[in-house]
C-alpha cells in the first residue's frame, strides 16, 4: 500500500539556520502530497500541499517540491525561528483527493535562540 | 469562525470499559474524518463520513465504530478498551469527502489504565 518516510527527528537548529527535512513516498499512480504541523498540545495544520509533479507548495516562508522522478516532497525553510519548533509530518492521498490522507510518522523541530 | 471542536479533551478510562468521543465539524463542512495517533507515530486513519454515510474504514478492530449526525457532527465509539488504544485522537472536517483540506480539531487524549 502507499506509505511516506521521514528523517527520523528530532531535529535541533539555532534560529536563522537553514531547515530541511526529508520526506519520501511509495504509492500508486500520481498522489497528491502535503505538509501538516502539529504545534504542542494543538491538532494538525495544513502547512502546504501539492497536487502534481513539479508544484512547488509554499507558506509561511516553508517550501516543498513534488518531485516525481525521486518520488521526494522535502520540506525546506532558509531561516527558522523559535516559533517554528513543532512536529512536521510529511502526508498524501490519491491524486483525486478520495483517499485518506497517509501520514509519516513525524519529525520534531526544536528551534533554540 | 469556529474550527473543528472535539469532546472530552482529556478522558481515563480502565481497561474493559468503553468510550465515546465527540467532534463538531467546521459549519458547511459535511464530510468528518477520525484518526488515531499514538505517541511518536504520525495519524492512523480510522473512518470517514460524508452525508451521515460511511465513506471508508481503516484496519482497526470490529471495537471501533463511528457514526455522523444531521447535523454532520461525529461520534467515535470504542467498546473494551486495550492498553493499546491509548492515543489522541483526531477529528477532522472537509467539504466534501476528499482529502483535500481536511481540518483537524485539537483532539481527545484517551489513556488506558
Known amino acids: 500500500g502507499d506509505s511516506v518516510t521521514q528523517m527520523e527527528g528530532p531535529v535541533t537548529l539555532s534560529e536563522e539556520a537553514f531547515l530541511t527535512i526529508n520526506c519520501t513516498y511509495t504509492?500508486?499512480?500520481?498522489?497528491?502530497l502535503f505538509w501538516y504541523v502539529q504545534y504542542p498540545g494543538e491538532g494538525l495544520q495544513l502547512l502546504l500541499k501539492?497536487?502534481?509533479?513539479?508544484d512547488k507548495g509554499s507558506n509561511k516562508g516553508f517550501e516543498a517540491t513534488y518531485r516525481k522522478e525521486t518520488t521526494s516532497f522535502h520540506l525546506e525553510k532558509g531561516s527558522v525561528q523559535v516559533s517554528d519548533s513543532a512536529v512536521y509530518f510529511c502526508?498524501?492521498?490519491?491524486?483525486?483527493?478520495?483517499?485518506?490522507?497517509?501520514f509519516g510518522k513525524g519529525t520534531r523541530l526544536s528551534v533554540i535562540a | 469562525d469556529a474550527g473543528v471542536t472535539q469532546s472530552p479533551t482529556h478522558l481515563i478510562k480502565t481497561r474493559g470499559q468503553q468510550v465515546t468521543l465527540r467532534c463538531s465539524p467546521i459549519s458547511g463542512h459535511k464530510s468528518v474524518s477520525w484518526y488515531q495517533q499514538v505517541l511518536g507515530q504520525g495519524p492512523q486513519f480510522i473512518f470517514q463520513?460524508?452525508?451521515?454515510?460511511?465513506?471508508g474504514r481503516g484496519n482497526f478492530p470490529d471495537r471501533f465504530s463511528a457514526r455522523q449526525f444531521p447535523n454532520y457532527s461525529s461520534e467515535l465509539n470504542v467498546n473494551a478498551l486495550l492498553l493499546g488504544d491509548s492515543a489522541l485522537y483526531l477529528c477532522a472536517s472537509s467539504l466534501a469527502g476528499g482529502s483535500y483540506e481536511q481540518y483537524f480539531g485539537p483532539g481527545t487524549r484517551l489513556t488506558v489504565t
Open positions: 504509492a500508486t499512480g500520481y498522489p497528491s
Open positions: 463520513y460524508y452525508e451521515k454515510e460511511e465513506r
Open positions: 502526508a498524501l492521498s490519491d491524486h483525486s483527493g478520495n483517499t485518506p490522507l497517509v
Open positions: 501539492a497536487t502534481k509533479a513539479d
